[in-house]
T-cell receptor, first 116, second 117 residues
Framework: AQTVTQSQPEMSVQEAETVTLSCTYD???????LFWYKQPPSRQMILVIR??????QNATENRFSVNFQKAAKSFSLKISDSQLGDAAMYFC?????????????FGQGTRLTINP | GAVVSQHPSWVICKSGTSVKIECRSL??????MFWYRQFPKQSLMLMAT?????????EQGVEKDKFLINHASLTLSTLTVTSAHPEDSSFYIC?????????????FGPGTRLTVL
């Protein structure tokens, strides 16, 4: 079974600075997706960024980018120019592209605080 | 993006009663729906997966008779917590997926907070 590990329960960063959230995963598959989701205080889950495992190029979405290291099974999220609205829980997630119901497997989450 | 709604957003009930939570995909057909449970400051725990017109597949440790899931149409799934007890108090989140896009994207509802007195 696949597992996702986020080793940083909490992180904080000064507004306008850059922060990196870590995520590692374990799988025997070669074809899969990785995601970062944001859950603000409203509790609504929001997709931040998606990475397809067969793509070597790291995904980017405006101020959000990932460092995908497939061999190391590492998938970190970098947030540049942090804003107060970035404060939230961030969940790393894995999803198979081939097996069964293709369920999302979530990490434990990292609570990000932005200091003004 | 696609929108998933949940109703109610919060509910308080007495111990022993049953509570139904609705999950609707508003602008797409959801071939698969997922139900999650989230305790405070914890991650999402998948409870069950349902496909339209089929019986739900429950995760290990989730009581089928306690958490009844019905996916009667391509836009509606319901979760009924039967004979609720205080330990069932939690935040319940549904998610819907369509096979109509390249990524089989999964869209989340805003969640329902259940408090059992």
């Amino acid at each position: 079974a696949q597992t996702v590990t986020q080793s940083q329960p909490e992180m904080s960063v000064q507004e306008a600075e850059t922060v990196t959230l870590s995520c590692t995963y374990d799988t025997s598959e070669s074809d899969y997706y990785l995601f970062w989701y944001k859950q603000p205080p409203s509790r609504q889950m929001i997709l931040v960024i998606r990475q397809e495992a067969y793509k070597q190029q790291n995904a980017t979405e405006n101020r959000f980018s990932v460092n995908f290291q497939k061999a190391a099974k590492s998938f970190s999220l970098k947030i540049s120019d942090s804003q107060l609205g970035d404060a939230a829980m961030y969940f790393c997630a894995y999803r198979s592209r081939t097996q069964g119901a293709q369920k999302l497997v979530f990490g434990q989450g990292t609570r990000l605080t932005i200091n003004p | 993006g696609a929108v998933v709604s949940q109703h109610p957003s919060w509910v308080i009930c007495k111990s022993g009663t049953s509570v139904k939570i609705e999950c609707r995909s508003l602008d797409f057909q959801a071939t698969t729906m997922f139900w999650y449970r989230q305790f405070p400051k914890q991650s999402l725990m998948l409870m069950a997966t349902s496909n339209e017109g089929s019986k739900a597949t429950y995760e290990q440790g989730v009581e089928k008779d306690k958490f009844l899931i019905n996916h009667a149409s391509l836009t509606l799934s319901t979760l009924t917590v039967t004979s609720a007890h205080p330990e069932d108090s939690s935040f319940y989140i549904c998610s819907a997926r369509t096979s109509g896009n390249i990524y089989n994207e999964q869209f989340f509802g805003p969640g329902t907070r259940l408090t059992v007195l």
